[in-house]
């Protein structure tokens, strides 16, 4: 922190504060519990909001400039391109910002408040992140830094014969856009029905199509320098296709720390991460990036990689400060500073003592399904008392991890009901104690609240 805030102070003679914004005050979290001078920016609203100002915390809301009408669909860029951003930025910066998936628009938006980009600046940079997320290009990167992957290939949606796919890869398999977050364009295809969906939907395009690899997914973050991978964290597992959390058969919903079954496999996630952040430097890509595996009965698959701040990031970060530990986003943000780091490349670097372990926590992302009503109840942010088959109780304000103290409490992190929701986008998340995460007795009481049933 201390080489962060020095940095900061040099950079053109003059001294900057750190930013981070996001479509949501939960995304733009994490930095300012270790920073607490970092100013947050985020489009919509939240009761959240309120806590971190009573902490101290310097907070941009779109929402509060704009009618809810304006503010659906807006993005980050919109975010800072606003007269009102931009005379907070004028205010209380001059900004060194950080985003979640930086484009050129966006930095210019930035440098247009007189601040300036950290992480993600540049097109090279924003050309690399690009090709490494796009599922496509990453068949070709996957081999050629030698990741074990599923068996898989590109095809043209318009040609395919569910037949002759079967045939190679087993009667059920993933379908693939080169695109798409949380799930979105990803299809299970287990039927000629299912494939003529998918193609209806990627008509005259370009897809991935994989075998199916029955396990358990999981997801490593990592730090990447010019010189290739700096640091990695232990792996969280991934909640996915929860049918009652997520519109997507197979959608990511959430996260879990602590999960057993991925101890004994640590060695072989790092030497995976560490390829993938080792190309990525190379390439050009300096920052945050996390992997997505899958652990089958054979052993761990690379199935993408995500050049950006991921969504585990904002509790990661609390998780690993409250082991005791150096956190990945600070990393993130000394790399993009020029602070010299010293490459570590796994959790229990050669002769150095292992970590302090991480705690078993979990997160919940809520997104909108179709037969949520609207407009959602009166439900605030904060922490809430989980009772199985019982309605969630109102303890106490919350925007933190620490701000649980049992195992029986969540942290509520909620759009307020006129923020409007787009079907099948997140609009909350619940933080949790335990590895447990969808199996958490009380947590369908809470989701059923939030969404007014």
Not at 46 to 72: K, M, N, P, T, Y
Not at 307 to 327: F, H, K, Y
Not at 329 to 350: C, I, K, T
């Amino acid at each position: 922190m201390v080489a962060a805030r020095q940095a900061l102070s040099s950079i053109d003679a003059r001294a900057y504060r750190p930013a981070v914004a996001a479509h949501d005050i939960w995304l733009a979290s994490g930095l300012e519990t270790m920073l607490p001078e970092t100013v947050l920016m985020c489009v919509q609203r939240s009761s959240a909001v309120d806590v971190l100002r009573q902490r101290g915390i310097d907070v941009f809301c779109l929402s509060e400039h704009v009618s809810a009408e304006e503010v659906a669909g807006r993005s980050s860029a919109d975010l800072f391109e606003h007269p009102s951003a931009v005379e907070f930025c004028h205010r209380h910066g001059p900004l060194a910002v950080m985003t979640f998936k930086p484009s050129e628009r966006f930095e210019a938006a930035v440098r247009a408040t007189d601040s300036r980009l950290i992480a993600g600046r540049g097109s090279r940079h924003m050309a690399v992140a690009r090709s490494f997320e796009n599922k496509l290009n990453f068949v070709d990167i996957a081999a050629r830094v030698g990741l074990r992957t599923p068996r898989w290939e590109v095809l043209g949606a318009d040609s395919l014969d569910y037949a002759s796919l079967a045939a190679r890869y087993g009667a059920r398999l993933v379908v693939q856009g080169p695109r798409g977050n949380a799930g979105q364009r990803t299809w299970l295809v287990a039927s000629e029905a299912d494939l003529e969906a998918v193609t209806t939907r990627e008509a005259g395009k370009q897809v991935r199509v994989a075998e199916l690899i029955d396990g358990t997914p999981f997801t490593v973050n990592g730090v990447a320098g010019e010189e290739g991978l700096l640091d990695w964290t232990e792996p969280c597992r991934q909640v996915t296709g929860v049918p009652w959390l997520t519109p997507m058969l197979l959608g990511s919903c959430g996260n879990a720390w602590g999960e057993p079954g991925l101890e004994t496999h640590l060695a072989e996630f790092g030497k995976a991460t560490a390829a993938v952040g080792d190309a990525l430097g190379l390439d050009g890509f300096s920052g945050i990036f996390g992997v997505d595996f899958v652990l089958g009965p054979e052993g761990s698959v690379v199935v993408e990689a995500n050049p950006r701040m991921v969504a585990s990031l904002p509790l990661a970060t609390q998780v690993e400060l409250e082991a005791g530990r150096l956190p990945l986003l600070l990393q993130a943000l000394l790399v993009g500073l020029g602070v010299p780091n010293e490459r570590l490349g796994s959790p229990s670097p050669a002769g150095q003592p292992a970590p302090p372990p991480l705690s078993s926590t979990s997160q919940v992302i809520v997104h909108r399904l179709e037969s949520d009503p609207s407009p959602r109840p009166q439900m605030v942010s904060g922490v809430y008392l989980l009772r199985d088959g019982e309605t969630p109780t109102f303890l106490r304000p919350g925007a933190w991890l620490r701000d649980l103290h049992s195992d029986d409490e969540a942290l509520l992190l909620v759009r307020e009901p006129t923020e409007p929701v787009t079907p099948a986008k997140e609009f909350a998340r619940v933080y949790l104690r335990g590895s447990a995460a969808e199996l958490t007795p009380g947590l369908a009481e809470l989701v059923s609240a939030v969404r007014g049933f």
